[in-house]
């Protein structure tokens, strides 16, 4: 069985920047859809970035510019670098992997999570 490990959260001021990284274990992931979703209190889950198998890749509107997703295929990983980062970024942000590949903005249907990750932007 898949299982992903996301790491990297934290707590900075607005502006500045965090890498997340989600590493797989199990079967690898790379070759189908992956991405990134965040949920901040008392809100809905939101997807953040996906990024199919050959690199295509979709952002959220308001993280347009200023989150980047990639992967490395030897090391089954998946990353998130976020620059600017504004208070509205708090949230915990999940990493997730699908069984499927092409569009990857099927949101609600990515099978494997990871644990979660704290973001904590300050003003």
């Known amino acids: 069985q898949v299982q992903l490990a996301d790491t990297g959260g934290g707590s900075v001021q607005a502006g500045g920047s965090l890498r997340l990284s989600c590493a797989a274990s199990?079967?690898?992931?790379?070759?189908?859809?992956m991405g990134w979703f965040r949920q901040a209190p008392g809100k809905e889950r939101e997807g953040v970035a996906v990024?199919?198998?050959?690199?295509?890749?979709d952002y959220l509107d308001s993280v347009k510019g200023r989150f980047t997703i990639s992967k490395d295929n030897a090391k089954n990983t998946l990353y998130l670098q976020m620059n600017s980062l504004k208070p509205e970024d708090t949230a915990m942000y999940y990493c997730?992997?699908?069984?499927?590949?092409?569009?990857?903005?099927?949101?609600?249907?990515?099978?494997?999570w990871g644990q979660g990750t704290q973001v904590t932007v300050s003003s």
């Open positions: 199990g079967y690898t992931y790379i070759r189908f859809c």
């Open positions: 990024i199919n198998s050959i690199g295509i890749t």
């Open positions: 997730a992997a699908a069984r499927f590949d092409g569009d990857c903005q099927r949101w609600n249907e990515y099978k494997y």
